[in-house]
């Protein structure tokens, strides 16, 4: 939505507004925000707000909150009365400059590079998550809140009414819900967003978490997005949706054999670097656990037809022709994975080869074929730190910031006695 300053502070003047948070994600893909009062907004649209950053990254001390003025939100879930709305924000130095660690600023100057070559993007997700039961004290506890499994319907579904709410939330928050329904695992949900510009795509996602969790709570329930909070159930993927222009055409349009050139080598570009990118899409040591089971990807290959590849193409029925990446899971930071996405496929168009796309069309292949996916997220992160298309791709305050947390996770799950203890308290409630 298009607004100008004075409009916004009209509204928030007309709407009862008392607090406005000026949200923004960390380098990990965490929610953060600063909330203000109505008087400091004209002040945050000047000039950005001021907050200590130190908290978020060792390398700097003060930054500004700058509001995007294009993502107005109102919180459904807060009083009507003293209403409470959002702006996401861009990350400033202090002099006026851009902060090197703005990860949605840089997916934003990816997104300009890609469109001064003739392209347009658009991205979706797809993220399932679980609802848990409190205890008496109020507790989270891993009692799904059903017994439901895929695509049931009440009373096997208890979890409708939840995911409905959820849904309207979003819808009246101007997100864009396409679809919902329950997943495999009992408790287990997923809801879809339709195809949007690849950065409001990953604001929508950022906070979907946030309303997914808000709502939960306000039915009495927990949810998490832990890629495999359950040993012997389904674990739970982000999938994430790509169509792909160049000057007006889809790239991806048509069957498999007959796509076009640029649409086959994007698409074995992403093929090429998804091993050096894992340890961003799935960084978590949990991650790993879902490879390989149930419909989760495990090897690096594609398919028109088996829901369990790496990448899938579907058909394109009534909906703009894409593909679609499976591997992915919430606990990534969606800036840095579009990017990634991105940068991978169209260094694959830039190179002219689709030789690994269609290397693998030809039958009779079997997984022994096929690279596997890391095994752990020490095997993704030490492919990461060798890998020269990651040091070209992420800024390096980035890269290495990222990479030193994982680095510590891995240390401190080596070290726990109790691997599957350690996962859930460092997991379970916070992704």
């Known amino acids: 939505m298009s607004f100008s300053p004075k409009e916004i502070l009209k509204f928030v003047e007309e709407n009862d507004v008392k607090f406005i948070r000026l949200t923004f994600c960390d380098i990990f893909g965490n929610l953060k925000n600063v909330a203000i009062m109505p008087n400091e907004l004209p002040r945050a649209f000047t000039y950005g707000i001021p907050f200590d950053a130190s908290g978020i990254s060792e390398n700097c001390s003060d930054l500004l909150l700058v509001p995007d003025i294009s993502t107005l939100s109102v919180l459904p879930w807060r009083p009507k009365s003293g209403r409470v709305v959002r702006f996401f924000c861009s990350l400033k130095n202090i002099d006026g400059s ?32 679980y609802l848990f039961e409190l205890d008496e004290k109020g507790t989270p506890t891993k009692i799904p809140h059903d017994n439901g499994g895929y695509l049931d319907v009440a009373p096997l579904d208890k979890c409708e009414n939840a995911r409905r709410e959820i849904c309207l939330s979003l819808e009246e928050m101007g997100l864009s819900p396409k679809s919902s329904c329950h997943k495999h695992g009992p408790g287990q949900n997923e809801i879809e967003f339709r195809e949007n510009e690849p950065v409001t795509a990953a604001d929508d996602m950022v906070h979907y978490k946030t309303v997914v969790k808000s709502i939960a709570a306000q039915n009495g329930l927990f949810a998490s997005f832990m890629p495999k909070p359950l040993q012997n159930e389904h674990g739970s993927a982000l999938s994430i949706s790509l169509s792909l222009k160049k000057n007006g055409e889809y790239i991806f349009s048509g069957e498999p054999e007959n796509m076009s050139h640029e649409g086959k080598c994007f698409i074995s570009g992403v093929l090429s670097r998804i091993r050096e990118i894992t340890a961003f899409l799935n960084s978590t040591t949990n991650s790993y656990k879902r490879f390989g089971m149930g419909y989760a990807p495990k090897y690096v290959d594609w398919s028109s037809e088996n829901r369990s ?15 679609e990446l499976r591997s ?25 080869d689709c030789s690994i796309m269609d290397s693998t069309m030809k039958v009779g292949h079997t997984p022994a074929d096929f690279e596997r996916l890391p095994a752990s997220l020490e095997e993704a992160v030490f492919i990461a730190e060798n890998s020269d298309f990651v040091k070209r791709s992420l800024p390096d305050e980035v890269r290495t910031s990222i990479l030193s947390h994982l680095r510590t996770q891995i240390q401190e799950y080596n070290l726990a006695k109790d691997k599957s203890e350690f996962e859930d308290k460092a997991y379970f409630m916070y992704t």
């Open 98 to 129: 851009d902060y090197v660690g703005d990860i949605r600023s840089d997916l934003v100057s990816c997104i300009n590079d890609l469109r001064l070559d003739g392209y347009s993007c658009e991205m979706g997700t797809k993220c399932e998550f």
């Open 309 to 323: 590849q790496l990448i899938r193409i579907p058909k394109a029925v009534g909906v703009s022709p894409r593909i």
């Open 328 to 352: 992915a899971d919430a606990a990534c930071n969606p800036y840095i994975a579009f990017k990634l996405i991105l940068a991978a496929g169209i260094e694959g168009i830039s190179s002219g």
